[in-house]
């Protein structure tokens, strides 16, 4: 059994000033391959999402577009394509009899800003994000009723980010763009093994949990023959 539903709605809330956009996604499919030892299907997978949109245009020079998403996925046994006692990898004909439940979970939420400033002498941008997630990991990989390779994992990471950028007139023969950024990351991972003690403060590369730069951006460019200049206000979502 396999179920899907999707839905968009969009259109202007003043005309010509401000539009959105709506949309969102679930399926739950119920799998094939059932364990034996906790009736539960180990192929399980469910997936919900919903994303958001505004668009801004109070006048032709300026615009403001602000985005957002959020989505909840259950994706299963991450050990459901097991090996078996005869050695065959992605054999799952022999029966399934490990006694945990295992599952994989994820919950994502980003969200993000431009703002579109555009005066006859060029464009400034100033783009800002943000995003955060977690993941959750629980696998039996002992292939039986006892609880003997059971491992977990815990997988958090958020961050942010800033740009400041100028372009140049897009009606002039030579364009250049100049800017600057700034991005920053913080992960956890928190691991407990089968045999073993639990790592934490440590991202899957093995990095300290948590980063951060700045950097400068400059960029040119040859246009001909120059692209004509393009005024009005925005119209909707797309």
Not at 79 to 107: C, H, K, M, W
Not at 163 to 171: T, V
Not at 191 to 220: E, L, M
């Amino acid at each position: 059994e396999d179920y899907g539903l999707g839905a968009v709605i969009s259109g202007p809330i003043v005309e010509d000033k401000l539009a959105y956009r709506l949309a969102g996604n679930w399926r739950d499919r119920r799998g094939e391959l059932r364990n034996q030892t906790n009736g539960q299907y180990r192929d399980a997978y469910d997936d919900g999402s919903i994303r958001g949109r505004l668009l801004y245009t109070p006048t032709a020079d300026w615009s403001f577009d602000l985005k957002a998403s959020y989505s909840e996925t259950d994706g299963g046994d991450i050990s459901y394509q097991g090996i078996f006692v005869d050695g065959r990898a992605n054999d799952n004909e022999g029966p399934l009899v490990t006694d945990t439940l295992a599952f994989n979970t994820r919950e994502i939420f980003d969200t993000s800003l431009a703002v579109n400033w555009t005066p006859s002498a060029g464009t400034w941008s100033l783009n800002a994000a943000y995003f955060d997630s977690t993941e959750d990991l629980l696998g039996d990989f002992d292939a039986m009723p006892l609880q003997i390779l059971t491992a977990f994992q815990l997988y958090d990471e958020h961050g942010a980010s800033q740009e400041l950028r100028y372009a140049s007139p897009a009606d002039r023969r030579v364009r250049w763009i100049a800017g600057v950024y700034h991005v920053e990351t913080r992960k956890r991972t928190s691991t407990t093994p089968p045999f073993g003690r639990v790592a934490r403060g440590r991202s899957r590369s093995g990095c300290p949990a948590g980063c951060a730069g700045r950097r400068p951006r400059i960029a040119a460019g040859w246009a001909w023959p120059p692209a004509p200049a393009r005024r009005g206000p925005g119209r909707c979502c797309r």
